[in-house]
Antibody, heavy 120, light 108 residues
């Protein structure tokens, strides 16, 4: 049973960079059949896909975030990361990492989520 | 368009049946997936590939679709089914993911 766990600071200053890491256990991020994704949820709002990285290392980003976003993988530690630059209050959200099944295009496993607040 | 539209809220009497719908052009080309989210918890996949259930999901949850509309049906709703439900599918670029705005289900 794969498990995902987000880690990173809970508070980021405006204009700074938000960096989060997702540690995957019970499965390899370079195993075929899955991509590894970030999804966020603004307080009291719905889910927003941020982007994902495939087991081959190719990335896909939400167009609304693309200019500020980098998703990368650390295969030696079985982790993948999100880096969002020039943050503002609108980036305050719960950030989830999730596994995206490549055949069904379904998020079949999720981390518990981590709240990131952007505030001075 | 690249959007998925859901009704904001529905209610159902305990033990009765409720259908939640999701509309969008992408649903003509890609299957809908459905997620249940309870307050303070991460989403949980309840239906994938239009009508398949992951292991552990009760069979009172079912999915269907027709043209640009996908549906999640809860047959015999239980108190523990009270939650937000989100539809999701790949968009027509074939590379991006879309979520519906979510439907809050109240079990009365």
């Amino acid at each position: 049973q794969v498990q995902l766990l987000e880690s990173g600071p809970g508070l980021v200053r405006p204009s700074q960079t938000l960096s989060l890491t997702c540690t995957v256990s019970g499965g390899s991020i370079i195993g075929p059949g899955y991509s590894w994704a970030w999804v966020r949820q603004h307080p009291g709002k719905g889910l927003q896909w941020i982007g994902h990285i495939s087991f081959r290392g190719t990335t896909s980003y939400n167009p609304s975030l693309q200019s500020r976003l980098t998703i990368s993988a650390d295969t030696s530690n079985n982790q993948f990361s999100l880096r969002l630059t020039s943050v503002n209050a609108a980036d305050t959200a719960v950030y989830y990492c999730a596994r995206l099944h490549s055949a069904w295009y379904a998020f079949d496993s999720w981390g518990q989520g981590t709240l990131v607040a952007v505030s001075s | 368009s690249s959007e998925l539209t859901q009704d904001p809220a529905v209610s159902v009497a305990l033990g009765q049946t409720v259908r939640i719908t999701c509309q969008g052009d992408s649903l003509r080309n890609y299957f809908a997936n459905w997620y249940q989210q309870k307050p303070g918890q991460a989403p949980v996949l309840v239906i994938y590939g239009r009508h398949s259930r992951p292991s552990g999901i009760p069979d009172r949850f079912s999915g269907s679709s027709s043209e640009n509309t996908a549906s999640l049906t809860i047959t015999g709703a239980q108190a523990e089914d009270e939650a937000d439900y989100y539809c999701h599918c790949r968009d027509n670029t074939g590379d991006h993911e879309l979520f519906g705005g979510g439907t809050k289900v109240a079990v009365l």
